[in-house]
């Protein structure tokens, strides 16, 4: 291999980039016919190197001192008992302090070096066999893997701990789009490098995917033998990459990507390195197109027994299709519910059927099926309007059933009718009930000195508890409105959702200041943000109509805090003039969704709080541990989030910058260097600065 690919060096090889021999000087003589050098495939040495070293030193000592067993006796020993290079002088300096005769002292020496070759000959063997050894290994962790990121995860950790570099990455083909691209990086804490693409001959990496063949440099901006651009430039040079080292991943004759291991300062990779990082690339090669293999055939197994079920039910459809008549007609006629409806589809049809409310079901797919009067397949699932006059009260959803049948398709579509007639049978008494509603929730926000306990009994009859958390959320359409009639009528639609919402939910709902107000109660896993969502969706796809909702930070026992719910109502409000001043116009919110902005909107202020959900886990790290990672992070930002001027700034190592970016991004999530979130963490940084008490 010439120069222009591998680079080659005439010192003994090193595992893992650390010296052998303990600093000994030593040389390596040329493979002989018939041996395979260090170099070679496997990465093994002369087949009887340490032999013939050591049969050297015998015949070496014995024809310069005459007799065998005095002048390279102490040299054995230090073999034997496996001494430091530091120690072979010791003899030979000890012959000059007695005054021995200048051939003794001559005879030394050259036993000397014939003992430090031959310590240099086993050390290299000893560590061929563990890097043969950690081929090994490294064979049978990706033989038990069958994940293909697992794979990728292993390839790029072994490669990093073989060699002892600061950075292992792994780039693989885009055969689409005609070049490579970074997947997989251990140690790296740029996110610019992270996402890197290099087209086929650009860079070191792009040459080596073109080539086939490894290449390495010692210095990468000093290097010419690549084509530099700037975008792989700015990204090598925000990592701190120095050294890089790049060997093919290889599928036959067929390039599939490159495997690297890099170091942030100058350094020589040995033949033998890059012999052994080949290696590991044919083996990682290997368990990438296993693990490929593997995931097509459990996809392929998939879909045959998918297969095997549509053709065990079709036997059953023409039975299943008679049974739910009779079933739906019987519920009809002893006053069932739309869940009865939903539980005796089900069973017919061996599934899962639920009645939703229009806004949590897919809205495309929703409309669909109201235009057409059919159901619709959304994914693996089945979606059937329940409508009445055009309005929309809700979908039967059926879960995980593909292939449906056309019979069974019909089946479904004549229970949304069923649920629709149920849900109209049911609006008049509706209505009554969601006046009563309206005023209960006007009492909360009004009449502050009601009694609890009344306020309890009240909510307790319409199936509400007052005394679970809840959270206000305040409504607004947003479609424009033509004349005054069109408004009130638009206004009067969307009480009615919201007053229907509350009722299916549990919660109040009342007209209040040109929109709506509801109270909702928030369940254990729920969010504020996540109803406030849900919300204008179902009340958007009810009125067909842009609907804006604004939500409150929960609210705890709303009966014994009257004062809360008013003050909860005002918090909504700001949220949804926040949405409609944003430009997000039928969307919802709450004040935690503004990031920073969301201190200004709540009606607490909490600072404290918006500093604990952003960089919280980094404060307790360094709280536990006495570390430095809020002061490296405060210094990156200023730096212009580039670790070698951070360790400038910080007057440390740039791998010392890179352990502590690594530990922060393992505690705040691989997204913190995002516009976004780097926004909020420097905020809080500042908030957290601002807050801590003042050194006495």
């Not at 240099?120 to 893997?145: N, P, V």
């Not at 849900?423 to 008049?428: D, G």
């Not at 005002?570 to 409609?580: V, Y």
């Amino acid at each position: 291999m010439s120069r222009d690919h591998v680079q080659s060096t005439e010192r003994p090889a090193t595992a893992a980039g650390a010296p052998v021999g303990d600093g000994a000087a030593t040389d390596r003589r040329p493979a002989g016919p018939g041996e395979v050098s260090a170099g070679g495939p496997g990465g093994f040495g002369p087949a009887r190197a340490g032999t013939a070293a050591a049969d050297g030193a015998a015949s070496g000592a014995r024809d310069t001192n005459g007799a065998a067993g005095s002048t390279e006796t102490p040299f054995l020993e230090l073999l034997a008992r496996g001494a430091s290079a530091d120690a072979y002088e010791q003899p030979v300096l000890l012959a000059r302090a007695e005054g021995r005769p200048a051939e003794r002292i001559a005879a030394l020496e050259h036993a000397k070096l014939l003992a430090l070759r031959v310590r240099s000959e086993l050390e290299g063997r000893r560590r061929r066999e563990a890097e043969l050894s950690a081929l090994f290994e490294t064979a049978h962790d990706l033989a038990g893997l069958r994940d293909v990121d697992a794979v990728l995860r292993a390839i790029v950790q072994r490669a990093r701990s073989l060699l002892g570099t600061d950075v292992a990455y792994l780039s693989l083909n885009d055969p689409a789009r005609g070049d490579t691209y970074m997947r997989v990086t251990e140690g790296s804490v740029s996110a610019r490098f992270q996402q890197l693409r290099l087209g086929m001959g650009e860079g070191l990496g792009g040459l080596v995917a073109q080539t086939a063949r490894p290449y390495v440099t010692d210095d990468y901006f000093k290097d010419g033998r690549f084509q530099h651009t700037p975008t792989i430039d700015v990204a090598v040079r925000d990592e701190g990459l120095v050294a890089i080292l790049g060997v093919p991943l290889m599928l036959g004759h067929h390039v599939i990507g490159v495997l690297f291991a890099a170091d942030r300062r100058a350094r020589v990779f040995e033949r033998e390195q890059i012999a052994l990082l080949g290696s590991f690339a044919a083996l990682a090669a290997a368990a990438i197109d296993t693990a490929n293999l593997l995931t097509e055939t459990r996809s392929a197994l998939a879909g045959l027994e998918r297969a095997n079920e549509i053709i065990r039910d079709r036997s059953a459809v023409i039975e299943r299709a008679s049974d739910v008549h009779d079933r739906l007609a019987e519920l009809v006629l002893r006053g069932g519910g739309v869940h009865d409806v939903a539980a005796a589809v089900s069973e017919v049809l061996d599934g899962t059927v639920e009645f939703t409310e229009a806004g949590a079901a897919p809205a495309d797919a929703l409309e669909a099926s109201r235009t057409e009067g059919h159901a619709v397949r959304h994914g693996d699932d089945w979606i059937a309007a329940v409508t009445a006059g055009g309005e929309q009260l809700g979908a039967l959803v059926l879960r995980g059933h593909p292939g449906l049948d056309p019979v069974d398709q019909r089946t479904l579509e004549r229970a949304a009718m069923v649920t629709s007639l149920l849900l109209l049978a049911r609006r008049s008494a509706a209505e009554a009930e969601q006046r009563v509603r309206g005023e209960l929730l006007d009492d909360l926000l009004d009449a502050r000195d009601r009694d609890p306990r009344l306020l309890r009994d009240r909510a307790r009859r319409l199936d509400a508890d007052l005394g679970t958390t809840h959270t206000v959320l305040a409504a607004r359409l947003d479609g424009p409105a033509t004349d005054a009639d069109q408004e009130a009528d638009a206004r009067r639609r969307l009480w009615a959702a919201a007053s229907h919402l509350a009722a299916t939910r549990h919660g109040l709902a009342a007209a209040r200041d040109g929109g709506t107000v509801l109270l909702l109660p928030l369940g254990p896993a729920q969010t504020a943000t996540e109803v406030a969502r849900r919300t204008a969706r179902h009340l958007g796809a009810a009125v067909h109509e842009a609907v804006t909702v604004g939500a409150s930070a929960p609210v705890e026992d709303p009966a014994a805090h009257p004062d809360a719910v008013a003050t909860a109502y005002a918090e909504a409000r700001r949220c949804l003039e926040a949405l409609r001043l944003l430009g997000r116009s039928g969307d919802g919110a709450a004040a935690e969704d503004f990031g920073f902005l969301g201190l200004l909107l709540a009606g607490d202020g909490d600072i404290a709080g918006f500093v604990h959900r952003t960089i919280g886990e980094v404060v307790a790290y360094d709280e536990r541990r006495g570390t430095e990672l809020l002061r490296t992070l405060e210094a990156y930002f200023a730096c212009g989030m580039s670790p070698a001027r951070t360790k400038n700034e910080l007057h440390v190592h740039v791998n010392t910058v890179a352990q502590r970016l690594e530990r922060v991004g393992r505690l705040l999530g691989d997204d913190w260097q995002s516009p976004a979130r780097a926004l909020e963490i420097q905020l809080a940084l500042r908030l957290h600065r601002l807050s801590a008490p003042a050194p006495r």
